[in-house]
């Protein structure tokens, strides 16, 4: 999946930050040759858990770059985030000149049977994907303005501390592109299995990765028939994205509050109060 990564995100990150969990497959080598990326090795601050330790890397990682970014984009490889009609650049510097701070995405779970030709730029050739609330992610963010970011298990929420503006309107999608070939993800799980500690498996985290090939078909299945075009003419991503968005507050409450323009949304926040919910 790395050639698709870098083919989506190249023309718009500057610097990537990749951490590697012990890859054997050539995969070292292949980010080694990346000019944008420096590597380091995923440390397992919690021996018994790798969901632990990955939310531990997640909430700290991003603090060395207050000093130079202007955004942060927390993604893994095989989530490429995407503005259907405008360039990732342009986005940002609109967001950046509203004042804008931080950036939720709405996700989408891809579905192609069939594994992409190497050199396809995956938002363009594949783009039949079912609107999936657990993929709604605090992708993009400000690492001046926000103090802690506060992911949970998996990063699928998070609750952050800071100076918080969100956008008037949500237009970020983020198209988790793991449904791709049947045969070869199933195959896949069984490997990621391995990589779990015992506290995931008590604790029942990624259980997806024991389930059986029929029960992975069933599930496959049912992201294929509820998939939408993202490329299709008329396609809005609120309209079809019709799940809870978790960090938007009630827009009466706070209008009431008068924490709206109508430029940007602002969200004073603190310690202990969570606005999701």
Known sequence: MLGFFFRHYDS????????????????????????????????WTDPESFVSSHQKMQNNSWKESRK??????MASIDEHLHVPGVGMRDYLERCQKMGVTLLHSMGFQM?????PQKDEMLCQTRTMGCPYGRMSKLCIFNPKAVRKSNFDGGGHEAHPIGELRLPPRDEM????????G????????????????SKDRVQQWAKKYDWSQ?????DWDLFAQNAVDISGKGFSAVRCHRIRRWWRPSWRLLNRLGL?????????????????G
Not at 27 to 32: D, G, I
Not at 111 to 115: R, Y
Not at 214 to 218: D, G, L, N, V, Y
């Open 12 to 43: 718009w990150i500057d610097r990537y930050f990749i951490y590697d969990n012990g890859s054997t497959d050539g995969t070292l080598e292949m980010l080694q040759s990346h000019p944008k990326v420096e590597l380091r090795k995923f440390e």
């Open 68 to 73: 130079e970014a202007a955004w942060v984009v």
């Open 182 to 197: 049947f045969e070869r993800l199933f195959q896949h799980h069984r490997k990621l299995k391995e990589g779990l500690g």
């Open 111 to 115: 579905v192609s049977e069939e594994f």
């Open 173 to 180: 999608l983020l198209l988790h592109y793991k449904n791709i």
């Open 214 to 218: 029929e029960k992975f078909r069933i």
């Open 260 to 276: 709206v323009s109508k430029d940007v949304l602002f969200l004073p926040r603190l310690p202990g109060e969570s606005w999701a």
